[in-house]
């Protein structure tokens, strides 16, 4: 496999579930991120990890947690969900640390809906 | 308060004509801007992007117009193709990356 891989595509879940997203890179990338995209909405950057590290989080509330076990992998683990937390869930990496200069490459997303 | 603005939500172009999609900013510290390209059911690709020190990058097709001045910038496909019928992205990077809503394209045929 080659890109960016996000798993599931679609997910529909209750209020009161916790599940995960999860994203893989097989690009050899040492960045990685998560972004949300609502309907008529800017993407909006929630997490950014380099180098396994967190560098970013963008208010995010804590219902909401990442976590990238390596610079492969990408996981954002969800519980007690509200509906407003239904969107479009982007994973994107990229070559270096995260720049403007380094283009990102996206995952095709994960369709959640909140019951 | 959005730093990066897509005003058209919509555009829609002859097959053989140019397109051109445009963009507003509104912070002068961004250093970069990139344009991606979003088919349905898929994630955004990068398209092209541009340095603040220059004011246009070209890549066969695709050319991109930065005016500082203005805060403003432009992707121009030409001759556009049916298959360039996608959702627009701009996105500038400052301390972080910042998205506008995106520009529906459509190029009839």
């Known amino acids: 496999e080659t890109g960016v891989t996000q798993t599931p595509r679609h997910l529909v879940m209750g209020m009161t579930n916790k599940k995960s997203l999860k994203c893989e890179q097989h690009?050899?990338?040492?960045?990685m991120y998560w972004y949300k995209q609502s309907a008529k909405k800017p993407l909006e950057l929630m997490f950014v990890?380099?180098?396994?590290?967190?560098?970013e989080n963008n208010s995010v509330p804590s219902r909401f947690s990442p976590e990238c076990p390596n610079s492969s992998h990408l996981f954002l683990h969800l519980h007690t969900l509200q509906p407003e937390d239904s969107a479009l869930y982007l994973c994107?990496?990229?070559?270096?640390?995260?720049?403007?200069?380094?283009?990102?490459?996206f995952g095709d997303g994960t369709r959640l809906s909140i019951l | 308060d959005q730093q990066v603005k897509q005003n058209s939500p919509s555009l829609s172009v002859q097959e053989g004509r140019i397109s051109i999609l445009n963009c507003d900013y509104t912070?002068?510290?961004?250093?970069?801007f990139l344009w991606y390209k979003k088919y349905p059911a898929e994630g955004p690709t990068f398209l092209i992007s541009?340095?603040?020190?220059?004011d246009k990058n070209e890549d066969g097709r695709f050319t991109v117009f930065l005016n500082k001045s203005a805060k403003h910038l432009s992707l121009h496909i030409v001759p556009s193709q049916p298959g360039d019928s996608a959702v627009y992205f701009c996105?500038?990077?400052?301390?972080?990356?910042?998205f506008g809503t995106g520009t529906s394209l459509t190029v009839i045929p």
């Open positions: 912070n002068s510290m961004f250093d970069y």
């Open positions: 541009i340095s603040s020190i220059k």
């Open positions: 994107a990496s990229s070559q270096g640390p995260a720049r403007g200069n380094q283009p990102q490459h």
């Open positions: 990890y380099n180098f396994k590290e967190q560098t």
């Open positions: 690009l050899g990338h040492n960045a």
């Open positions: 996105a500038a990077s400052g301390n972080q990356f910042y």
